[in-house]
T-cell receptor, first 114, second 112 residues
Framework: EAGVTQSPTHLIKTRGQQATLRCSPISGHTSVYWYQQALGLGLQFLLWYDEGEERNRGNFPPRFSGRQFPNYSSELNVNALELEDSALYLC?????????????FGPGTRLTVT | AQSVTQLDSQVPVFEEAPVELRCNYSSSVSVYLFWYVQYPNQGLQLLLKYLSGSTLVKGINGFEAEFNKSQTSFHLRKPSVHISDTAEYFCVGKDSWGKLQFGAGTQVVVTP
């Protein structure tokens, strides 16, 4: 069974640009979660999509947005990039009937903003 | 306020020695608790989880954790570590919204 995949692996942008990160969940999983792992800040919950809808978001500004497609893959968009957006962005998926919210994580996209 | 607290940011340990990673949770998270491991340059992998029932939970790679309600703790242990256990370990709770709340992580460095 293929795991959660994310693309690109690395992304380098300059301040003010927009970044788009992609995530493909495990087949059969309908929920997708996005997390930011910034140096010194640990893992922070960003967004949660389920069945194509945004279910919840963490304490991030509106320039962090995303969507979930009918095939349950997801995009995370970060507009007006700032230097502190440099981080590892992790995507996780969960089976619809998953017990206790067990999430499976992808390898991450490392975003560097210069 | 931090709802899951990992008490050690880094734990150095010699190979074949035991290790314990400490985690305390607050009432803002439910008693669904997890430990995840992140190997260098990889994503997160579930080590074990506590949902209910027996307070001693066994996970992969020889790890186990004990849920202690009175002490609001969920410490992770391994009796004998290997070099390959070098990684960052995250204690995780689930809040009332169903979101995972991560601790700050504990870096385990295993040396020969």
């Amino acid at each position: 069974e293929a795991g959660v995949t994310q693309s690109p692996t690395h992304l380098i942008k300059t301040r003010g640009q927009q970044a788009t990160l992609r995530c493909s969940p495990i087949s059969g999983h309908t929920s997708v979660y996005w997390y930011q792992q910034a140096l010194g800040l640990g893992l922070q919950f960003l967004l949660w999509y389920d069945e194509g809808e945004e279910r919840n978001r963490g304490n991030f500004p509106p320039r962090f947005s995303g969507r979930q497609f009918p095939n349950y893959s997801s995009e995370l968009n970060v507009n007006a990039l700032e230097l502190e957006d440099s981080a590892l962005y992790l995507c996780a998926s969960r089976y619809r009937q998953g017990v206790a919210y067990e999430q499976y994580f992808g390898p991450g996209t490392r975003l560097t903003v210069t | 306020a931090q709802s899951v607290t990992q008490l050690d940011s880094q734990v150095p340990v010699f190979e074949e020695a035991p290790v314990e990673l400490r985690c305390n949770y607050s009432s803002s998270v439910s008693v669904y608790l997890f430990w995840y491991v992140q190997y260098p340059n990889q994503g997160l992998q579930l080590l074990l989880k506590y949902l209910s029932g027996s307070t001693l939970v066994k996970g992969i790679n020889g790890f186990e954790a004990e849920f202690n309600k009175s002490q609001t703790s969920f410490h992770l242990r391994k009796p004998s570590v290997h070099i390959s256990d070098t990684a960052e370990y995250f204690c995780v709770g689930k809040d009332s919204w169903g979101k995972l709340q991560f601790g700050a992580g504990t870096q385990v460095v295993v040396t020969p």
